[in-house]
């Protein structure tokens, strides 16, 4: 799987919009972005994945550059409890749908 | 989403004992469901791979003979620290693939924390 590189930590002000950026020049045309989001002492939470086109939830917006090289999770208004550590990961689907977790980003909400 | 859950949340052992952790999957079977550890301020890493009704697919450096992977059934895997010692002291969690929504999704568990004395 290609490797990601993430800014180890950002902060947000509650209500504002978190963008998270991923970037992931090596990337293949067979491999998705997907992120995680892992809560103090709690396991990863999927949040959202895609390949090229931008994707929308509930939980987030993803947007992948045309060259797919970087992609940036948003979330839209960013609460405390969305305070984790988000991991972007690249891979290829049927690729023993084993994830391999680099460092993440750990995003503090402040009040 | 689908729920995986873990049993027990957390556990404080004496070194030298054995310590067995289950991971379900409660609302859909899993054929496949994958064990990581994560220890302080680093993030997961993949210990080995479950498969239901075959052996477990270990990755490198991860001793087979210490960690036992059981995944018996398609709800239910089991990982057992053998011979525990101070350094297996870790947070220990599973993940399972629903193959009949995402199939590329992967449900973790809640994790099991696991000290050693």
């Known amino acids: 799987d290609a490797k990601t590189t993430q800014p180890p930590s950002m902060d947000c002000a509650e209500g504002r919009a978190a963008n998270l950026p991923c970037n992931h020049s090596t990337i293949s045309g067979n491999e998705y972005v997907y992120w995680y989001r892992q809560i103090h002492s709690q396991g990863p939470q999927y949040i959202i994945h895609g390949l090229k086109n931008n994707e929308t939830n509930e939980m987030a917006s993803l947007i992948i550059t045309e060259d797919r090289k970087s992609s940036t999770l948003i979330l839209p208004h960013a609460t405390l409890r969305d305070t984790a550590v988000y991991y972007c990961?690249?891979?290829?689907?049927?690729?023993?749908?084993?994830?391999?977790f680099g460092g993440g980003t750990r995003l503090m909400v402040k009040p | 989403g689908a729920v995986v859950s873990q049993h027990p949340s957390r556990v404080i052992c004496k070194s030298g004992t054995s310590v067995k952790i289950e991971c379900r999957s409660l609302?859909?079977?899993?054929?496949?469901m994958f064990w990581y550890r994560q220890f302080p301020k680093q993030s997961l890493m993949l210990m080995a791979t479950s498969n239901e009704g075959s052996k477990a697919t270990y990755e490198q450096g991860v001793e087979k003979d210490k960690f036992l992977i059981n995944h018996a059934s398609l709800t239910l895997s089991t990982l057992t620290v053998t011979s525990a010692h101070p350094e297996d002291s870790s947070f220990y969690i599973c993940?399972?693939?629903?193959?009949?929504?995402?199939?590329?999704?992967?449900?973790f568990g809640p994790g099991t924390r696991l000290l050693v004395l």
């Open positions: 990961i690249v891979r290829e689907n049927n690729a023993g749908n084993m994830l391999t």
């Open positions: 609302d859909f079977q899993a054929t496949t």
């Open positions: 993940s399972a693939r629903d193959p009949k929504r995402n199939q590329e999704t992967q449900y």
